[in-house]
């Protein structure tokens, strides 16, 4: 890698891929729910889930960015973050912000691609994401505001297959969705709890303090529960149930064994929530691939 473009490539967290993966789930959900309930052709899902894949990939690395930007001076003061680019002052705001503008553009490239609903619905999320760094100055709940921002794509998956969104279908998942956010960001803001109260950010973690467990296990319930009813909403079958169960299942593992004073246990047990997430997928998609050889 050449050592120019290095700070550039950290900046989107590129050597992290678990916050594209995060950003992916709610989208491939969608998308593989829709061509399930639409019957569509195998080359359908395979076209989106490429493009939400790069769009993902392309849209976490500008929201990091746009973070840091924000963050730049809280970060120095947070053990974890100070050597992030910017706060290190690997390069300069003027230098971010250009890189910025080429991370938009690419994103907006991919959005192109789709139908001019989608296109809509999705340059509609950049407000959400650009105030997400905000919150955490003015609220406790700045997960919950993530969760509205990474779960889009159970919206925009949607409707870039079936030309709009089906709501009473996709409300209940964007809702499952939010509620997985919830519980794995605030796994995630528990590894920098301290230096948070020094900084002055506030979180979920500082929220829930000591009833964190019984809290985030309130909303896996919740989030399970949504998602399930999606699918039942979707007409899906025992693949499906199944994937969401074994999403359940790591979902009460990860509760279980997550030290919320251990850094690398939180980072851990943040990590393993993509799980759940790949799990939903799973059952989907193994839904979606029942149907088409039975028809086919």
């Known amino acids: 890698m050449p050592k120019p473009m290095r700070p550039y490539l950290y900046l989107t967290r590129i050597d992290k891929p678990i916050g594209t993966l ?9 998308i593989t729910m829709a061509s399930y309930a639409l019957q569509t052709p195998l080359t359908t899902p395979l076209t989106y889930i490429s493009l939400f894949g790069l769009g993902a990939l392309v849209m976490r690395g500008a929201g990091c960015t746009i973070n840091d930007m924000w963050d730049k001076n809280l970060d120095k003061g947070v053990e974890r973050t100070k050597t992030r680019p910017l706060a290190a002052g690997d390069i300069t705001s003027t230098q971010a912000f250009a890189f910025l503008g080429l991370q938009l553009t690419a994103g907006l490239g991919v959005l192109t691609q789709l139908n001019w609903y989608s296109i809509l619905l999705g340059a509609s999320s950049l407000s959400v994401v650009t105030i997400y760094p905000f919150m955490k100055r003015i609220t406790y709940w700045p997960q919950a505001v993530l969760g509205l921002a990474f779960n889009w794509g159970a919206l925009l998956g949607w409707s870039a297959v079936a030309g709009a969104v089906d709501w009473g279908i996709c409300l209940p998942l964007y809702a499952g969705g939010v509620c997985w956010t919830l519980v794995y960001d605030s796994i ?82 943040f990590v393993g929530c993509g799980w759940a997430g790949f799990w939903v997928w799973m059952g989907a998609l193994g839904d979606y691939v029942s149907l088409m050889t039975s028809i086919g």
């Open 188 to 269: 995630y803001a528990h590894q920098d709890k301290k230096d948070d109260v020094n900084m002055g950010i506030r979180s979920t973690a500082l929220l829930f303090g000591e009833r964190t467990r019984p809290i985030l296990s309130a909303l896996s319930a919740s989030s399970v529960s949504l998602i399930t009813y999606a699918g039942y909403l979707n007409g899906h079958g025992v693949l499906f149930y199944g994937g969401v169960g074994l999403a359940a299942a790591q979902l009460a593992r990860i509760l279980w064994r997550t030290d919320f004073e251990s850094r690398p246990s939180c980072w851990k047990g």
């Open 22 to 30: 995060l950003l992916f789930y709610p989208c491939a959900w969608s």
